[in-house]
């Protein structure tokens, strides 16, 4: 395999060199799509010398171009919209083919038969508006605007959206949702908005989301969304920058029409079911109000056009959770020094805490957390089209956010979270003749995001005994208080040439990143013993986790060239090659330093962190081959190479090795000759400052790999699509991809490889540190997929069904998480945490027909739009303690011949069995592989209602009533699979509790007046 890559590489990059020679320096940006086609005559033909008219229906924009000695023509980079296709040639009537839907990102195909006969006669029919792909290999699937604007979206969240695509899991909590067999929450996708970058910048995640932040329209309001597209399987060398898939939002313009409107969606929790785990009588409340404006049209005709949004967001929601609590007898033990802590949690109020029908130390509490949301989003865009061959564009989007997250019932656990973010993109199109054509454009990222983690004056406290004991509710601040800015700023430009059989693209994409990241100081105060928090005697340990603000900065550099060759009338094939070049990224105040394993000591601040992969070349081949020269089968496969820059997350780790923090165990006081923490001796409260310790504490330490190499996928499809009858396409594909040096841990987790022995307390590499985390790209996953679509897009109906079965297997474990076994990571691959084997979506639009029964105002303009998706379940794993500073996690052996799944199974509290586990013994790993038990299934229905009614010819009424998970169907969360937890093979929760897929049945109500 690397003796083939190597080969297609240096091939590539050979046949790349040529071809730029001849043409001129290339950028990239994606936010256009293509029209291409053969003019034939009557006994078919093709037609040379024919002149081919393409006219923009909303702006009137004209593309003029020729068809070639094959009867081709292309038409590349025009805006996404509705088109009017137009050949003609002397001695033949004019052929037209009017509603020619472009998306951006895609190539249309569209067919001209010329009749013989004078110009002035004119052909015309209407495009299909479902058809086969017969141009291009990739598996990309788009949501257009119908769909973005009346399926059911709880919350309005358009990226809730890329549930609607073959391959994609959103109904999952953090961390196990996915996109084409890649994780979402982290580093499996990269977005963009009008083909500009619209990332996390620090991580390429679906969401914009930071910590405890709650914004959702962060990026675009769903009514300013045109479209967009997920771009999947083995896609053009224009995008990279990920190892998964690419998702592409498509903003509206304005036109030569005035449209726009006015909106209120409504959602009070008196509509709603009380969720599953709600007290009965005690009050949810839920308030949210989201409300806007939009407006698009012309400043001068044809020539210059505009769109504005607005919307706003006020929400209130409760979140109703069950929690075990200390019961009465044990708060009782709490002497007067840390009873703080036990005033502080509340008091049970649903009796005892039952484990195996057994009484534990617990009382349930059923409680509710409240979060708030203040919002505010707007954008603007104009478009110019300044001559025949000029068009300019410049797009702003700004988000203000306040959220307040209550992320325990703890008394003081708030966390408030403001933030902001603002995208900018201008660009140019210069149209140099009827085959050749250049992009430029520029892009700016930014986002604020601020995250104090509440708790008031506690500390995180824990109890670490061997293995740690479940403590139930504690006070103390959520994990992190971080401050965050992140910004990127872009230049792209794509150069495009039609040369006979061969649509060429050449260009580059070239990102500066800046991250300032800081985190407030933090203590961490963890027992021995439950006896030990309840009398104030020493605690195990002691240790504080921040750093002061650090500015880290790199720059990726990528080109590419694509070549998509008409070598048959139905064979196209589709080859190119993309190199991406990192800088490393580098502390722009040089006061960050890598640890160097090998010597056991810090390297110099300033001093490069790792060296640059100058390696990624990723070739992409594809081809789509109609067998029957019909246009209404296309075979489509391809093999290419998808490479994940160092995001900027990947060192954010480093900082705290030159600001320590304290990190105290009572080992200290017994193994280093006179220690001393200035008589403080493990006990609450924590002074604050930390203490000061002699000899100094030992320090944790990060080191990040300096042979790092960016992470790779590489993908393989095959599938068939045919188009069964007019504009109904079924398309089925085999799926695959090969993760390779994928980061340890999603935002790097990392080998710890110092952690203390429990038996001897000793480190287990150097007793002159405390913790040593290894980072690095040397993790690996595997995924198989067959994926079956249905899609029918035609007059009333729009309809979409998506199967999925898939088998993912890694060994990247969770954020939180870390290796049983960090000297053998091999140990932890098996099914990964994203493994779902089954998953199905489907959606449907319908518009009725006038029901002439009752007055037109009554029997017309109704519609339904549904969406539906159901799963199996999601992986579990079995501990027999769960990962913590200092401390890897240890899974337990299996017991042979006794099922996971208890016998008397039920949801939410009996779904797991403890009897199929024992523990390793003293001094070794437990032998259970990792993910061995599975969570319940997933299903639910959302149902809307629409009613059109008209006021005037322009100006009509919308009112909708939206019914999510419609049938109040329970979707339990995965169960604990912490055998030390009091709560093991129990759900607490639904996956969703807030605003979002997984809720119980909730009800919106929206008024629209659209023009």
Known sequence: MKFLKRSICSFSLVALLLLLGGASAAYAQFDTGTIAGTVHDANGAVVTGAAVTVTNSGTGRVYDTTTNSEGDYVVPSVPEGTYRVEATREGFATSIVENVIVHASE?????????????????????????????????????????????????????????????????????????????????????????????????????????????????ASVDSVAEFRVISGVYSAEYGRSVGDVVNVITKSGTND?????????????????????????????????????????????????????????????????????????????????????????????????????????????????????????????DWTATSRDALSARYNINDSFTSSQYGPAIGQVAPVPARSQFLKLSWNHTLSSTMLNELGFAMNKSDVTDLGGGGAFPITTITCFPPLDCGVLPGPGLFASMNTGTSYQVLDTFSIVHGRHSMRFGTDIRHNLTD?????????????????????????????????????NTNWNFFGQDDIRVKPNLTLNIGLRYEYNSVLHDADKRTSNFDFATQALLPPGQSLYNSDRNNFA???????????????????????????????????????????????????FFIPGFSCGGYLLTFPVPNPAPTCTPAGLANVNGID????????????????????????????????????????????????NSVNPVTGMRFLNQNFGDERFLGDFLTSKYDALQVALR????????????????????????????????????????????????????????????????????????????FQARSGLPVNIVENPATFGFDPLRPNPVAGTSVRPSNYSTPNNQLNPNAFVAPPANTFGTLRRNAARGPRFAQWDFSVIKNTAITERFKVQFRGEFFNILNHPNFANPNGNLSDASFGRSTSTIGNLVGVGTSRQVQLALKLLF
């Not at 800081?518 to 105060?525: A, C, E, I, V």
């Not at 199967?803 to 076994?821: C, I, K, L, P």
């Not at 493994?835 to 017309?860: C, M, Q, S």
């Open 107 to 219: 190539s249309v195909r569209t067919d001209l038969a010329l009749k013989v006969g004078a110009k002035v006669e004119q052909i015309t029919v209407t495009a299909a508006a479902t058809t086969v792909n017969t141009l291009t290999s990739d598996l990309g699937n788009t949501i257009e605007e119908r769909r973005v604007n009346q399926l059911p979206l709880n919350g309005r969240d358009f990226t809730d959206l890329i549930a609607l695509v073959p391959g994609s899991v959103t109904t999952a909590g953090f961390g196990q949702t996915s996109l084409g067999g890649n994780e979402t929450s982290f580093a499996g996708v990269n977005i963009l908005l009008d083909g500009a970058d619209a990332t996390r910048i620090d991580t390429n995640a679906t969401s914009l989301q930071l910590g405890r932040e709650a914004a959702r329209i962060t990026r």
């Open 258 to 382: 005035f449209h726009g409107g006015v909106f209120e969606f409504f959602r009070n929790d008196a509509l709603d079911a009380r969720n599953f785990f709600a007290v009965r009588g005690e009050p949810t409340p839920l308030r949210l109000n989201q409300f806007g404006a939009n407006l698009g049209g012309p400043i001068a005709k044809n020539k210059l056009f505009f769109f504005v949004n607005y919307e706003g967001a006020r929400q209130v929601v409760t979140n109703a959770q069950q929690f075990h609590v200390l019961n009465g007898v044990e708060r009782a033990k709490f002497v007067a020094a840390t009873q703080p802590i036990v005033n502080a949690i509340p008091v049970g109020n649903g009796g005892p805490f039952l484990s195996n029908g057994m009484p534990t130390i617990f009382d349930i509490f059923n409680g509710t957390l409240r979060n708030t949301l203040s919002e505010n989003t707007g954008s603007v865009k104009l």
């Open 517 to 553: 990241r800081g985190l407030g100081t933090q203590q961490f105060l963890s027992y021995g013993t439950l006896s030990d928090m309840q009398t104030n005697n020493s605690a195990f340990a002691l240790s504080t986790l921040g750093f002061p603000l650090t500015r880290f900065r």
């Open 619 to 669: 070739p992409r081949v594809g081809f789509s081959w109609d067998p029957f020269k019909k246009g209404k089968t296309a075979v489509r496969g391809g093999f290419g190479i998808f490479y994940n820059p160092q995001l900027t997350g990947a060192v954010l780790s480093l900082p705290g090795n030159n600001n320590q923090n304290v990190s105290v165990n009572i080992f200290d006081f």
């Open 706 to 753: 300096r042979h790092l190499r960016d992470s790779y996928s590489e993908h393989w499809s095959l599938g068939v699509q045919q188009e069964l009858f007019r504009n109904t396409v079924l398309d089925v594909s085999y799926v695959g991809n090969h993760g390779v040096k994928l980061p340890a841990g999603a935002a790097f987790a990392g080998l710890e490889l």
């Open 792 to 867: 029918r897009h035609a007059g009333r109906l729009t309809l979409d069904a998506n199967y999925t079965w898939s088998h993912e297997f890694d060994n990247a474990v969770s954020v939180f998480g870390a290796f049983q076994n960090a000297r053998n990571i091999r140990g932890d691959y098996s099914e990964g945490d994203i493994d779902v084997r089954n998953n199905f979506t489907g959606d449907v639009v319908y518009e009725f027909a006038r029901w002439n029964a009752v007055p037109k105002v009554l029997g017309d303009g109704w519609e339904v739009a549904s969406i």
